[in-house]
């Protein structure tokens, strides 16, 4: 049986994309703006908000 990837994503599935090791920082990204969809206290986070999310926080720093 082949695994399919699930668009919604559990915290510790975005916590794993994102390289992250406690949910602190999770939560801080939650309070930042991140998405996050509840149903009966199961919380998801979908994929395409967690990339949007991190796009939109991309800084350049190339020196000038």
Known sequence: MQK???EYLS???????LGLRNYRTLTAYIKAGLP?????????????DLDDFMTSHYV???EE
Do not use: W
Request: net charge positive; glycine share 0%; no cysteine.
């Open 4 to 6: 399919t990837e699930s």
């Open 11 to 17: 915290y510790k599935q975005a916590m794993e994309i």
């Open 36 to 48: 996050v969809i509840e149903v009966a206290n199961s919380k998801r986070i979908k994929r395409t």
């Open 60 to 62: 350049n720093n190339k």
